[in-house]
């Protein structure tokens, strides 16, 4: 078992940057695939960077959706069984709410894959 809390959400201007991290509890953490996603506003929630197990720095061994590539780091430490999201250069359409999400196996883009989830933590970047 995994619980997922999300915080760092808030309010920024276009072009302004926020981190966005969630805190894991369970003894398996290291073990387990890290995702972020988002759902705005009546749209479908969709994926938005993953990293491997075993991974504490950014880099090697992460995916990101092409609309955050370039602008969105994801990073994790699995002493303290944190994963981050830094968010740079954002635009008003990056606004909505943002989950974290953990699965085991390899990585996915894919949602309904990942077994656990964060509350989500709200995103809003004004223009």
């Known amino acids: 078992q995994v619980q997922l809390v999300e915080s760092g959400g808030g309010l920024v201007q276009a072009g302004g940057s926020l981190r966005l991290s969630c805190a894991a509890s369970?003894?398996?953490?290291?073990?387990?695939?890290m995702g972020w996603f988002r759902q705005a506003p009546g749209k479908e929630r969709e994926f938005v960077a993953a990293?491997?197990?075993?991974?504490?720095?950014?880099?090697?061994?992460?995916i990101y959706a092409d609309s955050v590539k370039g602008r969105f780091t994801i990073s994790r430490d699995n002493i303290k069984k944190t994963v981050d999201l830094q968010m740079n250069s954002l635009k008003p359409e990056d606004t909505a709410v943002y989950y974290c999400?953990?699965?085991?196996?390899?990585?996915?883009?894919?949602?309904?894959?990942?077994?656990?989830w964060g509350q989500g933590t709200q995103v809003t970047v004004s223009s």
């Open positions: 999400a953990a699965r085991s196996g390899t990585m996915s883009r894919t949602s309904g894959e990942y077994e656990y």
């Open positions: 990293i491997v197990p075993g991974i504490t720095w950014s880099g090697g061994g992460t």
């Open positions: 369970g003894r398996t953490f290291s073990r387990y695939v």
